[in-house]
């Protein structure tokens, strides 16, 4: 992996090149608890993408995978993770890119997209549906029982699955609690209607942590919606439907 400096922030991320094709960069932003190749090169994302002809950055968000560590919320706001990934831009000369996150990832993703928008040439929301406006999507308790000692009862199942998922991942247990109660920023209705670049929003029809993912597609001006069959929170991301889908709708993009 390669490293780059976020306003004092040490940041991994991978830059793959196209196979072929235009070699339009896509930049890929994971979801809480998991980091740049258990969201995107495990599920075939990094594969499908370049062979379609994508440049395919990921980086490992503030506080997950090979990146720099840090135990204050304050310093995981959606926003200020949405500007990691503007530095990253910066960093590799790349003015403007389709943006694809997933989860929490998507949700920082769409703040780049609000904050910066000349810079998302298209917006590929994955799930996280409506949600993004309406609550915080994941329940209570999550950083709790990261931070639980091993054994311990979890408040719920969601918690104990997030618990046991980074356990898996080998993840900085107390980073992640920090950024689970620095990172479930909302988006307004107004500020979803501002954000003009194209928009796909994919969601497992069985995804009970999104929020519904047409709604959400209906309040962006260019928005559409992909719903994966008999597929939930977990599930959708590496559906086979779910790559097809987003390659579809980057190749009609403007």
């Known amino acids: 992996m390669q490293r780059f400096d976020s306003d004092g922030v040490s940041l991994a991320y991978i830059d ?42 990921a980086l490992d968000n503030r506080g997950h995978g ?54 998302v040439r298209s917006l590929l929301l994955g799930g996280l549906g409506l949600h993004l406006i309406e609550g915080k999507g994941l329940p209570d308790g999550i950083a709790e029982a990261l ?32 950024c689970m109660r620095g990172s479930r920023q909302t988006l307004s209705r107004a500020e979803v209607a501002e954000i003009s670049s194209p928009t796909l929003v994919t969601t497992g029809t069985l995804d009970t942590v999104s929020g519904s993912g047409p709604a959400l597609a209906a309040l962006f001006p260019n928005g559409t919606a992909v719903e994966l069959p008999n597929r939930d929170h977990s599930t959708a991301v590496g559906d086979r439907g779910h790559r097809t889908g987003v390659i579809d709708f980057l190749a009609q993009r403007p």
């Open 16 to 57: 793959v090149p196209a196979v072929g094709g235009s070699g339009d960069p896509v930049l890929l932003i994971h979801g809480f608890a998991s980091n740049h190749a258990v969201n995107w090169v495990n599920t075939l994302w990094v594969r499908a993408l370049t062979q379609a002809g994508y440049r395919t950055i």
């Open 66 to 119: 090979e990146s720099q560590k840090l135990y204050d919320p304050e310093v995981y706001g959606a926003d200020l993770m949405a500007q990691d990934a503007r530095r990253l831009l910066d960093h590799l000369g790349i003015p403007k890119a389709d943006v694809m996150g997933y989860s929490m990832g998507a949700r920082i993703a769409a703040f780049l997209a609000l904050d910066a928008p000349e810079r």
């Open 147 to 178: 931070e639980a000692e091993p054994g311990a009862p979890a408040p719920n199942p969601t918690a104990a699955a997030f618990r046991t998922f980074a356990e898996q991942t080998k993840s900085d247990l107390r980073a992640l609690a920090a």
